[in-house]
């Protein structure tokens, strides 16, 4: 935790980042905040900025980049991939390799690629607000 506070993340109190997570940023700032209680699986990845590098495709401003914010009590599963500009909603989970490309309301279980609302927290589980 320490590193990625250090890299300009910024991470609430409670949260959890298991291991090999991913966290592409190319301006360090506050462009990838994580709420508190928060739980991260293994193996996700949350990008930031995105760009073709040195293919031709340099040339047509396909750079894309905006901040991430994962808000409190939100769960986000093995292998999840949230794109950026994306904000995740509270006491959200984002199913096992999902790929999050557009923002998430709260309370709502996202699956598939591209990720979409499945369910809801709230009645699945019984949940109050």
């Known amino acids: 935790m320490f590193f990625y506070k250090m890299s300009g993340i910024k991470i609430g109190d409670g949260?959890?980042?298991?291991?090999?997570?991913?966290?592409?940023?190319?301006?360090?700032g506050n462009t990838i905040q994580i709420g508190m209680r928060?739980?991260?699986?293994?193996?996700s990845s949350f990008i930031?900025?995105?760009?073709p590098n040195n293919s031709?495709?340099?040339?047509?401003n396909t750079m894309k980049f905006g901040a991430i914010i994962i808000e409190d009590d939100a769960w986000v599963g093995t292998g999840a991939?949230?794109?950026?500009?994306?904000?995740?909603?509270?006491?959200?989970?984002i199913g096992a390799n999902?790929?999050?490309?557009?923002?998430?309301?709260?309370?709502?279980?996202?699956?598939g690629i591209p990720g979409k609302k499945t369910g809801?927290?709230?009645?699945?589980?019984?949940?109050?607000e």
Do not use: Q, W
């Not at 959890?16 to 360090?28: L, P, S, W």
């Open 81 to 93: 991939v949230i794109l950026p500009g994306v904000r995740v909603g509270r006491c959200s989970i």
């Open 48 to 51: 930031a900025s995105s760009h």
């Open 120 to 128: 809801d927290v709230r009645e699945r589980f019984g949940v109050a």
């Open 56 to 60: 031709l495709l340099a040339r047509y």
């Open 38 to 43: 928060v739980a991260v699986a293994k193996n």
């Open 15 to 28: 949260a959890f980042i298991n291991m090999h997570v991913t966290f592409e940023d190319e301006y360090i």
């Open 98 to 111: 999902a790929v999050v490309t557009r923002d998430v309301d709260p309370y709502s279980i996202i699956t």
